[in-house]
């Protein structure tokens, strides 16, 4: 066999706000280097595993971004790509070019395919097959169970993690009687592996995360496993060969110190596997000034951006007790200008005791809070029973709406 070089990405989220505030240009800076990247390392093939856009319909500006990237991957290298769907992405929005995007060797499987065997795709280069790809989608609810009468939870869940091991036996089984040169056999998915560690920015899937899937029941037989959904990259259960590539900008300030990455995998003429992390380049970064009101107002000051781009902040003053002033000079702070830009801000009155003052603690937006989330305050606010049966129906109820397609 010949040599096969892949770079594996997820969860580009095209199309993201952060706190009200674009993303276009760090997307657009993220697949300048991409493009240089593949050329530079002579990829084979490109794996997206999932998330290629925020939200289910993405605005024209997202679509005509990714769609751009496409076609400058096509004029520019000879990279074979092959896209699959993730739980932020809508089937109909990523199939609806496939007839298109096959003629410039990009392959795209948006959900689970009634005839999986559609699912394995072989990766060919100067008319030599190099290896597999088991592209396996984000699998919704309706492709790995049914729903049975009398259930309850616990087997709900078990149910789940039977189907997405079954899901992916079955495809491993039928590309071990297809790869009878025994070359190189990678596996996607779009979900969460148990013990992944999370961020703030990715939507609870396969019940709730309580469904996790763990390595052991993957099947033993892929030489590599691109995984999609969690943000942060990492291995899984200590696996070289089993990584979350995670996103390639941080999606939320709690990804701020991550280390953004892309996966270079390396099969060589033996099929013996290379793995190394290529650092992504972080145009702009998201920045946390904690605090007294004089203590964060001295950071911005001297806080000098460093990228092409002006960095984003979160702002947590916190205070004693309230003061009307601190609060006014804390709205003349928002309206200064640094070389910074305040798009998270907070403050809050650690004194809870003297009456009035927590009234004005800054309570978080409703946009900075998960659906989960909201659904906690509300349960702790009201006097149900059975409070974790209640978390769980929801839960079920949520991924429900979401998996349904639009």
């Known amino acids: 066999m010949n040599?096969?070089?892949?770079?594996?990405?997820?969860?580009?989220?095209?199309?993201?706000?952060?706190?009200?505030?674009?993303?276009?240009?760090e997307h657009e800076y993220f697949f300048q280097w991409l493009l240089r990247t593949l050329t530079e390392q002579h990829i084979d093939l490109l794996i997206i595993a999932g998330d290629i856009f925020d939200v289910g319909y993405p605005s024209n500006q997202a679509l005509k971004q990714y769609y751009n990237f496409l076609s400058r991957c096509n004029a520019t290298c000879s990279?074979?790509?092959?896209?699959?769907g993730g739980n932020h992405d809508y089937i109909s929005t990523l199939n609806a070019p496939k007839p298109l995007l096959e003629s410039l060797?990009?392959?795209?499987?948006?959900?689970?395919?009634?005839?999986?065997?559609?699912?394995?795709?072989?990766?060919?280069?100067?008319?030599?097959?190099?290896g597999y790809v088991c592209a396996i989608p984000y699998l919704r609810d309706k492709d790995i169970?049914?729903?049975?009468?009398?259930?309850?939870?616990?087997d709900r869940i078990k149910a789940t993690r039977n189907g997405i091991a079954e899901y992916y036996k079955r495809?491993?089984?039928?590309?071990?009687?297809?790869?009878?040169?025994?070359?190189?056999?990678?596996?996607?998915?779009?979900?969460?592996?148990?013990?992944?560690?999370?961020?703030?920015?990715?939507?609870?899937i396969q019940m709730g995360n309580e469904a996790a899937f763990k390595w052991d029941a993957f099947p033993q037989t892929f030489d590599y496993v691109a995984l999609g959904h969690i943000h942060r990259p990492q291995k899984v259960a200590q696996q070289e060969h089993v990584r979350y590539s995670g996103s390639p900008i941080p999606l939320s300030f709690s990804e701020r110190k991550d280390t953004k990455q892309v996966v270079l995998v390396e099969f060589d003429t033996e099929k013996q596997i290379s793995i190394q992390s290529i650092e992504v380049p972080?145009?702009?970064?998201?920045?946390?000034?904690?605090?007294?009101?004089?203590?964060?107002?001295?950071?911005?000051?001297v806080h000098k951006s460093a990228n092409q781009?002006?960095?984003?902040?979160?702002?947590?003053?916190?205070?004693?007790?309230?003061?009307?002033?601190?609060?006014a000079e804390y709205k003349e702070l928002l309206e200064e200008s640094f070389d910074v830009e305040i798009v998270k801000p907070s403050i809050s009155f650690t004194d809870r005791i003297k009456g009035v003052s927590a009234l004005y603690e800054e309570?978080?937006?409703?946009?900075?809070?998960?659906?989960?989330?909201?659904?906690?305050?509300l349960l702790e606010r009201s006097n149900f029973d059975q409070t974790e049966e209640l978390m769980g129906s929801y839960k079920e109820l949520v991924q429900s709406v979401f998996d349904k397609e639009q």
Do not use: C
């Not at 990279?79 to 699959?84: D, E, F, L």
């Not at 169970?145 to 616990?154: L, P």
């Not at 309570?363 to 305050?377: C, H, R």
């Open 3 to 25: 040599k096969f070089r892949i770079l594996h990405t997820s969860d580009w989220h095209i199309g993201q706000r952060l706190h009200g505030k674009d993303r276009h240009q």
């Open 79 to 84: 990279t074979q790509i092959v896209i699959t």
């Open 105 to 130: 060797n990009i392959t795209v499987i948006g959900g689970a395919s009634a005839d999986y065997t559609k699912e394995l795709i072989p990766i060919e280069k100067d008319n030599k097959l190099l």
């Open 145 to 154: 169970r049914q729903s049975v009468a009398g259930e309850n939870y616990d």
């Open 171 to 204: 495809i491993a089984d039928y590309a071990q009687t297809s790869n009878i040169n025994n070359l190189p056999v990678i596996a996607t998915g779009h979900l969460y592996m148990a013990g992944a560690s999370t961020s703030e920015s990715e939507r609870e």
């Open 282 to 301: 972080i145009e702009r970064k998201l920045i946390s000034f904690s605090g007294t009101l004089a203590e964060v107002k001295e950071a911005i000051k």
């Open 309 to 327: 781009l002006t960095d984003w902040a979160e702002t947590r003053v916190t205070e004693p007790q309230y003061d009307p002033i601190l609060i």
């Open 363 to 377: 309570q978080p937006a409703l946009s900075d809070l998960t659906n989960t989330e909201v659904f906690e305050k």
